[in-house]
């Protein structure tokens, strides 16, 4: 350690940190029907300006897992805080499509500094049992800052707040962060070998870590997809889309919280496995149902999605040790570029939908919904081929045990009857 560290004080500047990135993508969900209509842009428009804040993730992930040991976690944080706030300063006073497309990219390259510094700090912060509890309370505040975020979204909409003052909220979680993290000290790595890059890519090489890198961009767009586009296609399906997308964080935050037994019980991989089909159901049947019963999907959706990001991590934190910051990294960052590809992608598949809809007599809110529903329906590909991955992996991974330290602090892994609980 360099100095003495104040855990508490690293960690919670950390939540805050998550609490900007969640803001920021819960009040620009609430706020692309406006940029839309101000900036007359179209559905397929809307999913390049989300791929920027999706794109901006890997960008910032990889270079600063590249640089964590030598650039240092406080220094990637500084990043982090000039990329948000001009992010925040350009979207408010953009004049159009190109600047929205940068503001929205610079946001999601504080956003990839955030978790690319403090995945791996508090990972070194913390060992073993309190590690995973952490990463997942860590994770936590990502659905905890969106249900605020979506909150105060929806308040200020109905209360005709212009878009403008609603993107200026997301610098208050950002200067408190930057006060968290001023004049601390952050801690070295704990495992030897991990700041070598040369260490890390090999351990990236294995047949596991390839296996997560792939899996991790479906978790992702599995994630991503439906929230990013709530407002959109779920506005006239009778419930209230940003409520919908509140229900979804909230019953995330109860999930992460309350994470231990769960997964003591299932283990990593039978998490995974489990919430994979929890997806599958829930993305099906937001694009068959209406009204009241959406709410019903919302909390199978969220169950599904709730432990997909901190499983991921901590299987890659605890399972390749040796990849260290970098692994954590580009495991982040290729769920991130994945999202990024698929925003206008998705936003083409509405505007299809649309054309499709309205050539067959739909017209008003019942093409709205039309669209919506058969857009989801086509994003329920993702989670269904988790359930086959993470299948895979139950019984591939089923007798591996926790990698431990011996004497001479190289890594040793060791085979157990019973798969190691992370929780």
Not at 299 to 306: K, S
């Amino acid at each position: 350690m360099n100095g003495k560290i104040n855990k508490s004080a690293l960690f919670t500047g950390s939540c805050f940190a998550l609490i900007t990135t969640a803001f920021s993508f819960s009040i620009r969900a609430g706020v692309l029907p406006q940029f839309a209509e101000q900036f007359g842009l179209s559905a397929e428009q809307l999913g390049f300006i989300n791929s920027m804040w999706f794109l901006g993730f890997p960008i910032s992930m990889v270079i600063g897992g590249l640089v964590y040991h030598s650039f240092g976690p406080k220094n990637i944080m500084i990043v982090a805080f000039v990329a948000h706030s001009l992010g925040i300063i350009l979207t408010i006073y953009a004049g159009g499509y190109v600047i929205l497309l940068l503001s929205t990219l610079l946001i999601g390259i504080g956003n990839g500094c955030t978790e690319a510094a403090c995945n791996p700090m508090i990972a070194d912060t913390y060992s073993g049992v309190k590690m995973n509890k952490m990463l997942n309370r860590f994770h936590m505040w990502f659905p905890g800052g969106i249900i605020l975020g979506a909150i105060l979204s929806k308040f200020m909409t109905d209360f005709e707040f212009g878009w403008q003052l609603q993107i200026w909220i997301i610098m208050i979680p950002t200067i408190i962060y930057a006060a968290l993290f001023y004049g601390k000290s952050f801690p070295k790595p704990k495992i030897q070998g991990a700041n070598s890059l040369f260490e890390n890519l090999k351990a990236m090489a294995s047949p596991l870590y390839i296996f997560l890198f792939c899996c991790m961009a479906l978790t992702a767009i599995t994630e991503f997809g439906p929230n990013q586009w709530v407002n959109i296609v779920l506005s006239y399906s009778g419930a209230d889309a940003m409520l919908i997308l509140a229900l979804i964080s909230g019953v995330m935050v109860v999930g992460r919280f309350f994470a231990g037994p769960i997964v003591k019980g299932l283990g990593q991989t039978g998490v995974l496995l489990f919430s994979s089909l929890l997806a599958t159901i829930g993305i099906y049947m937001f694009s068959t149902v209406t009204g009241f019963m959406a709410y019903g999907a919302a909390i199978i959706f969220a169950l599904g999605i709730c432990y997909f990001w901190p499983i991921m991590i901590g299987i890659v934190a605890q399972r390749v040790p040796l990849s260290s910051a970098f692994g954590m990294s580009v495991i982040g960052g290729i769920g991130f570029f994945s999202t990024s590809i698929f925003q206008p992608i998705i936003g083409k598949w509405i505007d299809d939908s649309r054309i499709k809809y309205m050539a067959e007599g739909f017209s008003g809110d019942a093409l709205e919904l039309a669209a919506g529903q058969d857009t989801l329906g086509k994003m329920v590909i993702f989670p269904a081929i988790l359930i086959v991955l993470f299948l895979i992996l139950f019984f591939w991974q089923k007798n591996y045990g926790e990698p431990q330290l011996n004497k001479k602090s190289k890594i040793q892994i060791i085979f157990t009857e019973k798969e190691f609980n992370p929780l």
